[in-house]
Structures are given as C-alpha cells and as structure tokens.
C-alpha cells in the first residue's frame, strides 16, 4: 500500500521524491513504491465571492451589506488575468489529487505543506473540498534537506492535532473575507461611486497606511530650531592635537553640550582663548560588543533594502522563499531570532561545512550559549539560518539574500568584538567656568565578527595622556546645529514596527529588548512575517502610499482616507495588535475560532452601519469625475484618477486605460497629462516638439495609442513630422 503526499510547491515535491530516490515523474505526481508525491501550487482555492452564494450580490448597493454567508464555501481559484473563468492549472491539479486519493493501493496521505497557519489551511482546504475519508498525517518541517525530509517521515503526527492551527488559519481568512467584502464594498459605493478607483479596506492595510501617515504629519509639524556647542583642539606637550566639547550640568542634571544661547559660548569662548587645560579625569574601559542576533524575516527584508538600492521587502520574501525551496536555507516565515535547542548538533555540522574555505576560518568556534540557543526566544520555527548544502549556481539576487543569511549566522560563532573606551575631562585653568570640556576615544582591540562583513571602524583615536598632564587650548569653535526633522519610513523602519505594533522600537544599532522579543513572541503585531511585505506592496498597488527612493509617504488618496474614513477602529494599532494576538492565541489552542469570529462578525455589521450613515464631505475630496473626453472602445467618459485616466465603464469590463508613470512617455522625456489625453481623445493623436534622439538631435513627433488585437493590450505608436 501506498501514501499520498501534498506539497505546498512542485519544487518542495521535487525536494521529497529526490530525498527518496524517486525519479518517476507523471502529470502532476511522482510515483515511488511508497510514497505518489504530489503539489498544490500555493492556494487551490478560494473562499466564494459575494455573488456565489447570492446573485443579486453582483451589483453594489449599500441596502445589501452587511452580507455574511451562514457557512464559509470554497471554490477552485480564479484566473490570475480573467476573474471570471477558473484557473485551469488549479483545477486540473485538483482532479489528480482527487484520483491520486482515490486510488485502491492508497491507504493515507500526508500533507506536507509548510508548518504554518497559512501552509496548513492550504492543505486542509483541499481535504475538506474533496471531502475524502482517508486518514491524514502531517509531517513538519523547518527545511527540506534530504537528510530532514527522511527524519520527518519517522515522526508524523495525525492531521487532527493540527486542528488549532487550522482554526487559526480560517479563522484569518475568514475575518478578512468578512471585512474586505463588506468595508471594500461599501466604502466604494458611499464614497467613490462611478469612480476608476476601489476603495480598498482591510485590517492589516489601514494600519499600515496610518503609521506612515503618522510619520509624514510629524514631519510636516516638525519646527526647526538651532543649538550650539564650543569645541576646542587641545595640544599636548608632544604637540599631538585631541578634540573635546564643551559641556555644563542642564536644568535637568545632566552633562549637556547643547545651548540654546550663542552669546553665552561666545563669552566662554574669549575667557578661555589662550589658556590651558588640565586632564581632571581619565576613564578608560574595556567594552564588547556582541554579534547581531540571528535574522527573523522581517530582520532580514530591513537589512537587506536598507542596502541594496531597488529592492523591497516583497522581494526580499519570494528571493529568500527560492533559496528555501531549494534547500540552501531554512524556512524564512519566521518572527524567532534564536534557534531551538534540540538544533545544536545539526547546526554544528552545517557551520562545520560552511566554514571550510573562509579566510577566518581558524576564528569559527561551535558555541551553544543562549543568545544562539533559547527555546523560550522561538515561536513556532526558529530563525533563518543556512543548511548544510552549499549552493551553486546563484542569480545576483540570490546571492545577496544567501550572502546575509550565511553571513550572519557565521558571525555567531566568532570571537566577540571588542574595544576599549576612553574619556577624557579636561578643565580650563586660571578661569571660573561652570563646565568642563569631554573628550572621547575608541580603538578596536578585537576586530571579531566584523571581519565577516568588513565593517569599518571610524575609531576616534585619542594621545596617550596621563591625568593632571597640561593641555594647550589650541583652537576654540562655535558650531551651530540644526535639529532635524523625523525621517520618512523607510521598509525596514516600517516592518519593524509592524512587528511590534510600536512596542519598545528601537533605532537601528540598538539591542532588541526583551519587552520587544516578548512582544514579536506573543503575536501582538500588525500582521504576520508572511503577509507584511505583501501588505506593503499592497498600500504601493492601491495608490495609498508611495515610494520616494528607499522612503515611504502617503499619497493624496491615502491621506484622505485617515482623515475621513469613519470605522477610526481599523487605523488603531492597539486594535490590530489584539486581533493578530488573538489568532495567534487561537493557534496556541487559547482561545476559540468561534468566539474571534462573532467578534468580527459584530464589528464588521457596526463598521457597515458607520459608513451608510456618514455625512462627512469625504466623497467630495475623491478625484474629480469630469469627463476628460469620450473612450474610443466603448463611448463612455474617460475620467481621471489618481494614477491614471481610463473609462468610466472599467466595472463592466472597459480596460481603456493610460497610466500617468506611462514609462514609454517618461522615456522619451515627456509626461502623461490632462490636456495631453483631452488632445489624444479628440484627435486621435498627440504632437509633441523638442524630442531628443539618442544621437542629441531633436525631432518633432506624432504619438497614437493603438490596441494590439492580438494580445488585447493597447501601445503608443511614433509617426516623425516632416520639418519640411
């Protein structure tokens, strides 16, 4: 007798058959004498839309919401380009499941998706839909090295011990169905109505948005000030020059440099000019200073797109999702930054292998303390870490995302890096001065684990001094600084937050601290490792937010909706915190699927009822509806929007649309504009002078925008005019 096996991907089934030396590919399986090994491709299915369970749910009016269907239904997935048809691969792949299932020699199945909520659901939504009777194993597993996938083999567990991280996973999917339907919905009908342009509502999304927004008004409210600090160049006796600043006790108590009053350095400045000083204090310490800890998902996407120009956090997840799939790291969907105990052996002989080769090699010492090794410090998987095979053949992008992980991970088992501290204080002499001037020094001893990365040491050096020596004043400055402004978020500054809903963030270069490690742990967050990134993406795609290089700010639209959208609950990071929480719990089997869901049930019904009875002027402050000139496909208005001017009768299937970053207008040195698309529509074409060819010279052009009958999609076309 046989068992089925589902994998999430074909490259992860590909993965298992290899493990067993199955080479025997069919259409959609492998087939061994134990195990037929088959794939899901991500999500099979769906949850039904609206006007599958009711078709009168096709069109949108305001008196059919809230709509709440008694029973949660799944259907094959859509078409990823025609929302109306079923994916043919989904559901071809489905019926080989089901005759796989179905089989005489088959006797159970295992499914093989990844260890999470949403890995789980992809599965379980399968078992369900095709209502077998067969028993179900789970295998869990955090990689899937050959060496891995046979243990896993040996330590199955029944399916139905997974049954809280199902109810988790349904449960999300079924709050978010609950929320976008209705809010989406209703939203578009209330306050953009007639418009290109959904309104898009989600409870993940409006948090997001809200905390750029957040960032962007204290920018804008930021009042510029200026304060001032004396520096002095002190000459030692052997004519070495060492810098220090002036600093007095505040009204606070504390040693401060910074002064409001220029006048008062001024005055310091010219009793001192001339004079000595002498060294009243010399500290000096010996400090550490740790490796970062190991990379959690959201870690990682910081780390690399604060680096790398172009990349994003989605980006950093489906590179590092390859490098997963094919073996080279652990499971990436991770909030731990700690590996489990029970990993030491495994990890030794994955540094063992990795470290062959390196330069430092001599310096990679196994070590198995608790910065590395905590099993309180992990939740569910542990942190990203490489496996023992060494990849070939990577693309540039993977390289990068390989690079860091292997990088990091190696840098745990090297010497600490150490450096010694020095203070100096020195006193004016001959004068009666409130203050005294601070010098500081550092000199790295111990380079450690900053080899690993070449991490340059922009040590200040200070002159061998003893206390009580005399020093020269040599130099006197006033410098006058300016307080900056907050800066725009950045991905990496906005995952991190997301991470903890705000909860004891702290700016880069700092330890994570155990109020934060505990926050990550206990799933208060905004979202999960899994769906950040593409929540991101999301606000970019929805036209909320946008990026300025490697910063993010809202857009118009995004701006509007904070400020007018009535349901203020869905902007609350404490309210999204508790809903993430509370999954989380339901995952943990401590709280119950039911009691989450008539939560969301009460507040998507109370949310519906807010936005019918909001009288605000948020529909006025929309983009204007007036019509821009006639849609040559179909003869409606072609209206504009916040990023681009299309056919008022897109609901209906018009796909008419110029898109205002149109990259052939923008290569070509010209932008998409009002009069330009008024001009197009009248005429048929646009005239444009003063273009430049890639030779410097210019010429003058006529641009149509002509559909390709083939591929349905519409291209701008060039027709030169005679100078003649």
Known sequence: MKKVIIAEKPSVAKNIADAFGIRSRQDGYFEGEEYLITWAFGHLLQLYDAKDYDENMKSWRLEKFPFIPETFKYKVKSDGKNKAIVDQGAQKQIKTIKSLIAREDVEAIISATDYDREGQVIADEIFL????????????????????????????????????????????????????????????????????KLLNIGRVLLPTLKIVYDRDKEIESFKSSTYHKLVADFRTSKNEVFEGTYHETNAEGKLSEKFEDKVVLENIEALIKGKQGRIIEKQVEMKKEYAPLLFNLSNLQGYVTSKYKGWTSDKVLKVAQSLYEKKYITYPRTGSMALEESLKDRTKKVLDTLKVGLPYENQIKFATHKRIFDNAKVESHSAIVPTYIKPKNLSADESIVYEAVKNRFIMQFMPIAEYEETKLTTKIEEVNLKGVFISKGKVQLVEGWKIVEKIDNKDTVLPQIIENEIVDVAKLAIHAITRKPPKLHTEKTLLKIMETCGKAFKEEGEETSEEMMASILSGFS????????????????????????????????????????????????????????????????????????????????????????????????????????????????????????????????????????????ASIGKSVTRRMVELLLENGKVGFRNLKSKKGTTYAAYLKYVKDEKTGYFNWQMEFIDKA
């Open 526 to 665: 905004i979202g999960t490792p899994a769906t950040r990134a593409e929540t991101i993406k999301k606000l970019k795609d929805t036209g909320y937010i946008m990026a300025k290089g490697k910063s993010l700010t809202c857009t118009d639209l995004g701006r509007k909706l904070v400020e007018n959208f009535p349901v203020k609950e869905l902007f609350d990071l404490e309210y999204t915190g508790r809903l993430e929480k509370t999954l989380s719990d339901i995952e943990k089997g401590k709280f119950q699927k039911e009691m989450f869901l008539d939560m969301i049930k009460k507040f998507t019904t109370e949310a519906v009822e807010i936005i019918k009875q909001d009288t605000s002027q948020f529909g006025g402050t929309m983009p204007s509806r007036e019509s821009v000139g006639t849609c040559p496909l179909c003869g409606n208005s072609i209206i504009e929007t916040e990023r681009a001017f299309g056919c008022s009768n897109w609901k209906s299937g018009c796909k008419y649309t110029i898109w205002k970053n149109d990259k052939y207008i």
């Open 129 to 196: 839909y095709l209502k077998q009777g067969k028993p179900i194993y789970r295998i869990l597993l955090n990689e899937w090295t050959p060496e891995e996938v046979k243990k896993g083999m040996q330590q199955l567990r029944p399916n139905e011990e997974m049954q809280s991280l199902q109810d988790a996973g349904m449960g999300r999917q079924w709050a978010d169905w609950m929320i976008g339907i209705n809010l989406t919905s209703v939203a578009t009908v209330k306050y953009a109505s007639g418009e290109k």
